[in-house]
């Protein structure tokens, strides 16, 4: 998911948008456009389509349903912005245009407002429009500081009106210039135009961010390496691949730590079910050393069919991360049994790795047993004050492994490098 941003109107980037949403679809890609802008909408103006419907219907529904087809493109079409009166959350309708089988532009609102931090958060980078004049190229720094403030990835930027001379503009805004745009009567379909506008297209799509890949760390034959160090140790290199762990622990104990260490062993998807996908992101970049799992938030009424829709993409030897489970353990107990299920045979057929973040909440969630059931290593972290020390520690324990009996209790210290935890003879709990 693309952002198109720029902190001046009249710079283009609803123009930008539109032209981006028709290369992408003649080079094969169906794409989707996006106006996440309340104040003043204009890509259905732009575009030459209805106003309505508008994104507020392709929330809970099949989001086909309420875009609009580009005039002369069969694979690009376009979601109009939210009327005045509707009531809508757009995270939840960035979540799940995030998950539709199409490349999604979002046509941010014009400035650096709070208006513009939704779409910039949903999106996976950033592309910044901008004229060759100092006062757009003044107004665009401010957008790029803002991204860069919330941790969104600037692609680099698009340059409307311009013939191609874009020296000053890449040494004022100290990023890329992506392609620019010439300034036609017609700006979409004008000769060069679209030429243009493939070229940005195809700069983009050379320039994709890192899919969820395969490991990006050794393993020791079919085991893989879970990050937690001293729980590998212990393991003999990692768990078997295709393993199914239950990471259970009270909300207090610090437990995401660990779900940051799975998180950069190797390519991640990591959903959430009750944080934003920006709070994740903020929790785990101080952890992940360069790492950058994809985040997404599954919420509402459909979050066992999203889920599994996204789990269905995952790669060979990827890892998931499911943070919380306990939203998902409250739906109906059939459909829970029946995406669970999924989940294991898809972790096991991929060789990859998931782990189930079930905090330990009062009361129990109706399906909790049902996850112990199925999973194939429940792991238990438990926080307790020392008694030498005084001060909090930590210990997991795994009371569920199926491949093997396990004697010992890891000792954590989660507020120190893992390689200072030690591993200490110990009963299972």
Known sequence: MIAIAGAKGGCGKTTVTAGLAEAFARAGEPTIAVDADRQLPNLHVVADVDRTPTIADAVGSDVSSATHPLPGEVDASVLTAPKSSDRVDLEAAFDRLARVDARVLLDCPSGAGPDVTDPLCAADRVVVVTTNTERSRRASRRTIEMARRLEIPVAGAVVTRSDGVTGAVESSLGVPVLGTIPERDDPLAADGVREAFDAVAGTLRGDEPAEISRHDVESD???????????????????????????????????????????????????????????????????????????????????????????????????????????????????????????????????????????????????????????????TLRTFTGATTGGVEHALSLPKLRERRFTETVDLDLGRSATDARIEPGEIR
């Open 221 to 379: 034959g079919d085991r893989l390496p879970t990050g937690i160090r001293p729980l590998d140790t212990a393991l003999a290199g990692g768990v078997s691949a295709g393993s199914v762990v239950a990471l259970t622990a009270d909300p207090a104990s610090q437990s995401e730590h660990l779900l940051a260490d799975v998180a950069k062993t190797r390519g991640t998807l990591y959903l959430t079910t009750n944080r934003s996908k920006r709070n994740v992101r903020r929790a785990l970049e101080p952890t992940l050393d360069g790492a950058t799992p994809t985040v997404r938030r599954i919420t509402g009424e459909n979050r066992l069919e999203d889920a599994t829709e996204l789990i269905a993409k995952l790669p060979d030897g990827a890892n998931l991360v499911v943070d919380s489970m306990d939203p998902l353990e409250r739906t109906d107990h059939e459909a829970y049994l029946e995406f669970l299920n999924t989940l294991v045979d898809e972790i096991a057929d991929s060789g990859g790795l998931a782990v189930l973040h079930c905090l330990s909440d009062d009361p129990v969630p109706d399906h909790r047993s049902t996850t112990m059931q199925l999973v194939d290593i429940v792991a």
